[in-house]
């Protein structure tokens, strides 16, 4: 028999050609696998049913704890309903009257028997059902006592309307606390407080004081300002624009920007969410839930603050350099979210992600009636980095045919003012068709001869074989309204400017890109090292107990040296005879540095001298730096100077440094350096860990990237070397959270190799000797290396215990070519068949989330085989995780699976689960004898065919 197993997925409304084989969507959340008619088992490809799929089976483990009592509730409580139509809460009775809820409503107010019709109740304790949500509208003051009362009462989501907390001082921070207190004494759910509500247009929910209920929906808006909400639900409404959800957080004491990205990735009805961001609390948490909703639906922020100035001084160059907004670009990025710099632009761009497939490649094709728009058009896509299509020669030749002899062979392709439809149809069929075209872009101008409405129905038949985006500028007002609703109707997105339209492509695009950060595989053999943290920890110990808040830069290479990053090494000289004589014992040519820990950029006070090539230099460069540096900087304290090797290798300068960001931790920062890198800002920022792929990419997008590859026959660097050196200071920044900043300026990077030739570290005082918990200070958790560790089965196998990584993809696949069909099927409740894409969700995972533990065995001949893989996914709380098993056929009945299973609930001890359940079918004799052995409590469901066990870690 063959061992696999997961857990069930819950019973979905699909298309009915469709059936569906996955285990479960988190253990597989993009279902590889449908059945259609007589064609049993092929890959799914249409995207508009991969989506469907990835909405309706992204319902995970991911604890929503009480939300859905929140957003979804039958009984609705009001506190502080009254009957003057201008308070809070009669404004809120009365819209969710309005809105046609089909749940009960419990009007709260000790003072009325009534109120609009409605029998009122003196306390929620009152209410003849419990209520699952409480609306809160009372005074500031008596909210704590009102959330008492709730979570007596038994009553599992609140959201407090109210203002008058935090926002207004000490006084309200202090009701905050009280109602925090509460919140925890009772396990209940809190949305607010001085929040605008939310509204579910589907369920006639507005539990908002909104002015006016928004049309139902696919796109979710969740905002940080009710103001700004209100304003955005009555300018949508204007325009026939829907909401699925619209939540307002307003203060996010509990229910917070993460929680609620959660929740709406379980929500079949949200096709994408657009967030107005003022700041991010919990990050970590933050990045978690984007990351995971934006693998199947797209998220869009408009960000507000861009430009708030820094309050604290720099050190470094790269603290000087690093903004806060530019570092959340980088997160942005790196969570998959597609950012926009005009709240107008929000829903443009939203509507073509919701409709269209995500492409990389941005080479467009425009058809115009009118050659201006066409110009602006090209102008606005050539200033976001976009591409116009060179059309081929074939795609030439059709367009010859079809247009007249004027059209001016190029894209943009001018069909001229006189085009009737079929012209606009056959020039979009023809570029459609054309391989070297991405998308295409349709702008018409209405004319005495235009016919709008026919022409729109021309596109849409154009593109009826097509699956690229096609985008439409329909410009002017009445006269080409019904076109507008026809293209929009039939699928296409609509714009009323090209611009606009522009931007929804490129930001298209950038999703595209932005998801590779999160499915792209590092190479098969990638930049590998050895990292003795042995060594580096009793170096580091030393280091940042004696050293001081500013480190030398002698201490500063010394951190690095930890790391094995190459550094040419500063000898400390008191005097001029003592540098000769250093200079002396290394060899000529030698470098000077002033020796201050009050100077951070010695070339700034003329301290630094190069290429001495005697001692007569030396003495000379010596009395220069020291009176130079006390006219430049009469403060400083010199102690001598440095000696150190003259790099003998011509190279590039770069800049790599990294600080902590006050919301998302350690940030790091690589480009242009030298003197010049802040004048020249040609940077590039990421958020740790960073592997292979990210340096890389942070690299290839430097201005100076094509000099470092070799521009016109130029030397290539060391590539390889520059990446690990990258790396390397990656995990030096990961592990040791005491660095506030540190900085490699310049490292010279050339064809042998690299190497740093200055550098300057920051360490925070108040931390050394009490660091806090391992990787607290950063945003997204590095892979988990503590779980790696030695095993050896009952069988005899000896194998290597640990985390799956994104590296692992190839002997992933591998591990699966060796499964038999009946173990895939044992495993996947279907046949699969293995792509990239399914690959990366497997093996590039959220390791504050999910844990999946192979066994690697090396073979005699050097070959790593993984043998198989048990898997946990844990809820945000960790309180429950899911299990899920495979042992490939060729190591079965070996004690593989006694050894996984032991280990993984040896983890989700370590977590704090309380409870660990898998499941999988009643046939899977294997899987059952693991359960029962490792004492899980099985519940057979006989009509769904699948059994069920669980037990405490």
Same mark, same amino acid.
């Given at each position: 028999m063959s061992r696999g197993g997961g857990p069930r997925t819950p019973g979905l409304l699909l298309p009915k050609q469709v059936r569906y084989h996955c285990a479960t969507p988190r253990i597989c959340p993009l279902c590889p696998v449908v059945q259609f008619g007589a064609a049993p088992y092929r890959q799914l490809e249409p995207y508009w049913l991969r989506g469907l799929l990835e909405r309706q089976f992204s319902v995970s483990l991911v604890s929503v704890r009480n939300l859905d009592r929140l957003f979804n509730p039958a009984h609705v409580a009001i506190v502080g309903a009254g009957s003057h139509r201008m308070q809070l809460g009669h404004i809120v009775l009365r819209n969710l009257v309005d809105a046609g809820f089909e749940g009960v409503v419990y009007p709260v107010n000790p003072s009325r028997e009534s109120i609009g019709g409605i029998q009122a109740y003196a306390s929620v304790a009152d209410t003849p059902a419990k209520p699952d949500l409480a609306i809160v509208c009372t005074p500031a003051a008596i909210v704590p006592e009102v959330v008492r009362e709730c979570g007596e009462s038994g009553v599992a989501a609140i959201a407090v309307l109210s203002s008058g907390f935090r926002e207004v001082g000490a006084e309200g921070r202090e009701l905050e606390r009280r109602v925090g207190e509460e919140l925890a004494r009772h396990d209940l759910r809190l949305l607010g407080p001085n929040c605008l509500g939310m509204i579910v247009p589907r369920l006639g929910l507005n539990a908002s004081f909104a002015g006016v209920m928004p049309i139902d929906g696919h796109v979710a808006f969740i905002s940080q300002s009710g103001a700004l909400a209100a304003a955005v639900i009555d300018w949508a409404l204007a325009r026939q624009i829907g909401f699925s959800q619209v939540v307002s957080l307003g203060n996010m004491l509990d229910v917070d920007l993460g929680d609620v990205i959660d929740y709406l990735g379980q929500d079949a009805h949200t096709r994408s969410i657009i967030v107005y961001i003022e700041t991010v609390t919990e990050p970590r948490k933050f990045m978690s839930a984007a990351r995971a909703f934006a693998r199947s639906k797209p998220i869009i922020v408009y960000k507000a603050g861009r430009f708030a100035a820094s309050a604290k001084a720099a050190v470094s160059h790269t603290?000087?350099?690093?903004?806060?907004?530019?570092?959340?670009?980088?997160?942005?990025?790196?969570?998959?979210?597609?950012?926009?710099?005009?709240m107008e632009d929000v829903f443009a761009t939203a509507e073509l992600l919701a409709r269209e497939r995500p492409i990389r490649c941005a080479r467009l094709a425009i058809v115009t009636n009118a050659g201006g728009p066409g110009v602006m058009a090209a102008d606005a896509l050539l200033a976001r980095g976009g591409v116009l299509a060179e059309l081929q020669p074939a795609t030439l030749e059709t367009l010859d045919a079809a247009l007249p002899p004027a059209w001016p062979r190029a894209n943009p392709i001018d069909v001229l003012g006189d085009a009737p439809p079929k012209r606009f149809g056959e020039a979009v069929k023809a570029v459609l068709a054309d391989s070297e075209v991405d998308a295409v872009l349709v702008i018409l101008t209405p004319q005495a001869m235009t016919d709008a409405r026919a022409a729109a129905d021309a596109v849409l038949g154009a593109r009826h074989e097509s699956h690229k985006p096609l985008l439409a500028a329909w410009?002017? /007002?009445?006269?080409? &309204? $019904?076109?507008?609703?026809?293209?929009?109707?039939?699928?296409?997105?609509?714009?009323?400017?090209?611009?606009?339209?522009? /931007?929804?492509?490129?930001?298209?695009?950038?999703?595209?890109?932005?998801?590779?950060? @999160?499915?792209?595989?590092?190479?098969?053999?990638?930049?590998?090292?050895?990292?003795?943290?042995?060594?580096?920890?009793?170096?580091?110990?030393?280091?940042?107990?004696?050293?001081?808040?500013?480190?030398?830069? =002698?201490? #500063?290479? =010394?951190?690095?040296?930890?790391?094995?990053?190459?550094?040419?090494?500063?000898?400390?000289? @008191?005097?001029?005879?003592?540098?000769?004589?250093?200079a002396e014992q290394i060899g000529y040519p030698v470098v000077l540095k002033v020796r201050s820990r009050e100077v951070t950029h010695k070339a700034d006070v003329g301290g630094v001298e190069l290429g001495l090539t005697n001692g007569d230099e030396?003495?000379?460069?010596? $009395?220069?730096?020291?009176?130079? %540096?006390?006219?430049? #900087?009469?403060?400083?304290?010199?102690? /001598?100077?440095? %000696?150190?090797?003259?790099?003998?290798?011509?190279?590039?300068?770069?800049?790599?440094?990294?600080?902590? !960001?006050?919301?998302?931790?350690?940030?790091?920062?690589?480009?242009?350096? /030298?003197?010049?890198?802040?004048?020249?800002?040609? &940077?590039?920022?990421?958020?740790?860990?960073?592997?292979?792929?990210?340096?890389?990419?942070?690299? &290839?997008?430097?201005?100076?990237?094509?000099?470092?590859?070799?521009?016109?026959?130029?030397?290539?660097?060391?590539?390889?070397?520059?990446?690990?050196?990258?790396?390397?200071?990656?995990?030096?920044?990961?592990?040791?959270?005491?660095?506030?900043?540190?900085?490699?300026?310049?490292?010279?990077?050339?064809?042998?190799?690299?190497?740093?030739? !200055?550098a300057r570290a920051v360490i925070d005082q108040s931390l050394v000797g009490h660091p806090p918990p391992p990787f607290s200070h950063l945003a997204i958790r590095p892979y988990p290396e503590e779980y790696t560790s030695e095993g050896t089965t009952t069988g005899g196998l000896h194998v290597t215990l640990r985390a799956i990584k994104p590296e692992d993809e190839p002997l992933w696949h591998e591990m699966l070519d060796a499964c038999?069909?009946?173990?895939?099927?044992?495993?996947?409740?279907?046949?699969?068949?293995?792509?990239?894409?399914?690959?990366?969700?497997?093996?590039?995972?959220?390791?504050?989330?999910?844990?999946?533990?192979?066994?690697?065995?090396?073979?005699?001949?050097? =070959?790593?085989?993984?043998?198989?893989?048990?898997?946990?996914?844990? !809820? =945000? !709380?960790?309180?429950?995780?899911?299990?899920?098993?495979?042992?490939?056929?060729?190591? &079965?009945?070996?004690?593989?699976?006694?050894?996984?299973?032991?280990?993984?609930?040896?983890?989700?001890? #370590?977590?704090?689960?309380?409870?660990?359940?898998?499941?999988?079918?009643?046939?899977?004799?294997?899987?059952?004898?693991?359960?029962?052995?490792?004492?899980?409590?099985?519940?057979?469901?006989?009509?769904?065919?699948?059994?069920?066990?669980?037990?405490?870690?």
């Open positions: 603290g000087a350099m690093v903004g806060q907004d530019d570092v959340y670009d980088a997160a942005f990025r790196r969570a998959g979210i597609v950012r926009v710099e005009r410009m002017g /007002g009445h006269s080409v &309204q $019904e076109g507008l609703e026809c293209l929009s109707a039939g699928g296409v997105a609509t714009y009323a400017y090209p611009e606009q339209a522009i /931007g929804a492509f490129m930001d298209l695009v950038s999703y595209a890109r932005n998801l590779e950060t @999160l499915h792209e595989t590092p190479r098969t053999i990638p930049v590998s090292f050895a990292l003795d943290r042995g060594r580096a920890r009793e170096l580091m110990g030393s280091v940042l107990v004696e050293g001081g808040a500013v480190l030398s830069e =002698t201490l #500063s290479k =010394t951190l690095l040296d930890a790391y094995e990053i190459p550094v040419t090494k500063p000898l400390p000289a @008191l005097s001029a005879d003592d540098a000769v004589a250093i030396v003495l000379a460069a010596y $009395e220069r730096i020291v009176a130079s %540096v006390h006219e430049r #900087s009469p403060e400083a304290e010199v102690q /001598g100077v440095t %000696v150190q090797p003259m790099a003998r290798t011509s190279g590039h300068e770069l800049v790599l440094g990294a600080r902590k !960001d006050p919301i998302f931790g350690a940030v790091i920062l690589l480009g242009a350096g /030298g003197v010049a890198a802040e004048v020249l800002r040609d &940077q590039a920022l990421d958020l740790p860990p960073l592997n292979e792929r990210l340096a890389l990419g942070m690299l &290839q997008s430097l201005r100076i990237w094509p000099l470092l590859a070799g521009h016109r026959g130029r030397p290539r660097i060391n590539l390889d070397a520059l990446l690990e050196v990258v790396m390397r200071f990656s995990y030096l920044v990961a592990d040791y959270p005491e660095i506030s900043e540190i900085e490699i300026n310049p490292l010279l990077i050339g064809v042998e190799g690299a190497v740093a030739l !200055d038999s069909l009946q173990t895939i099927a044992m495993r996947f409740r279907g046949m699969v068949k293995y792509t990239h894409e399914m690959a990366t969700r497997y093996c590039f995972i959220d390791y504050d989330r999910e844990l999946a533990i192979v066994p690697e065995l090396e073979t005699e001949d050097g =070959t790593r085989k993984l043998l198989g893989v048990g898997r946990l996914v844990a !809820d =945000t !709380d960790r309180e429950n995780a899911e299990y899920a098993l495979l042992v490939a056929d060729p190591w &079965q009945r070996r004690g593989l699976g006694d050894l996984l299973t032991d280990y993984c609930l040896e983890v989700a001890r #370590s977590w704090g689960i309380s409870r660990v359940y898998a499941e999988t079918t009643v046939d899977n004799d294997n899987m059952i004898g693991v359960l029962k052995k490792h004492a899980f409590t099985l519940t057979r469901r006989v009509e769904e065919g699948i059994v069920v066990g669980e037990r405490r870690p």
